[in-house]
């Protein structure tokens, strides 16, 4: 069965340090995959998504990247954080077919 | 532009009643809509789907209804449980595109 695992669950940075949240997903090969944020009162907004390797789409210009090294791992990362970066990430995978996306635990936080 | 609107916030409902939860979309390019269910600081789970050629699809207490016409579909749960209390997210997606839009979510709870 596919398993999805997102690291750290939760996270305390200061402000204008560097930022990496990994995600991996196991047991499907070639997946999409996405992040998302959830801020308070804006629902989930995604911010990037990959349909392969080394192939990255951006929704939302901010200070964040994404990085597909491998087929099954997704990166976030900032070089330096801002306050407004706060907030509860979340990374989800889907198959090229199928509608429904699952979505990992997530990972809190919070820049000070 | 919000593509997916939840214009409700919150619901509360007595336990044994339904519970209807309402999303609108505004692209007629949609062409699938789903619902998660998220629990505080845990990633949303993959509730009921419908796609844009049906009107209904049921899973046990949860029924989707797509009004297509109107660009609205609901989530009914019958009968509700004070375990169904979570937010709600409305989804959808369609076309070339790998995106899933997200609505902002409802907070239903669920009194004993």
């Known amino acids: 069965s596919q398993t999805i695992h997102q690291w750290p669950a939760t996270l305390v940075q200061p402000v204008g340090s560097p930022l990496s949240l990994e995600c991996t997903v196991e047991?499907?090969?070639?997946?999409?995959l996405y992040w998302y944020r959830q801020a308070a009162g804006r629902g989930l907004q995604l911010l990037f998504y990959?349909?392969?390797?080394?192939?990255i789409s951006s929704e939302v210009p901010q200070n964040l990247s994404a990085s597909r090294p491998q087929d099954r791992q997704f990166i976030l990362s900032s070089k330096k954080l801002l306050l407004s970066d706060s907030g509860f990430y979340l990374c989800?995978?889907?198959?090229?077919?199928?509608?429904?996306?699952?979505f990992g635990q997530g990972t809190r936080l919070t820049v000070v | 532009d919000q593509q997916v609107k939840q214009n409700s916030p919150s619901l509360s409902v007595q336990e044994g009643r339904i519970s209807i939860l309402n999303c609108d979309y505004t692209?007629?390019?949609?062409?699938?809509f789903l619902w998660y269910k998220k629990y505080p600081a845990e990633g949303p789970t993959f509730l009921i789907s419908?796609?844009?050629?049906?009107d209904k699809n049921e899973d046990g207490r949860f029924t989707v209804f797509l009004n297509k016409s109107a660009k609205h579909l609901s989530l009914h749960i019958v009968p509700s449980q004070p375990g169904d209390s979570a937010v709600y997210f409305c989804?959808?997606?369609?076309?070339?595109?790998?995106?899933?839009?997200f609505g902002k979510g409802t907070l239903l709870t669920v009194n004993p």
């Open positions: 989804a959808a997606g369609g076309g070339s595109n790998y995106k899933l839009t």
């Open positions: 692209n007629s390019m949609f062409d699938y």
């Open positions: 989800a995978w889907r198959t090229s077919y199928d509608t429904e996306a699952f």
């Open positions: 047991g499907t090969s070639n997946p999409n």
């Open positions: 990959s349909v392969g390797i080394g192939q």
């Open positions: 419908i796609s844009s050629i049906k």
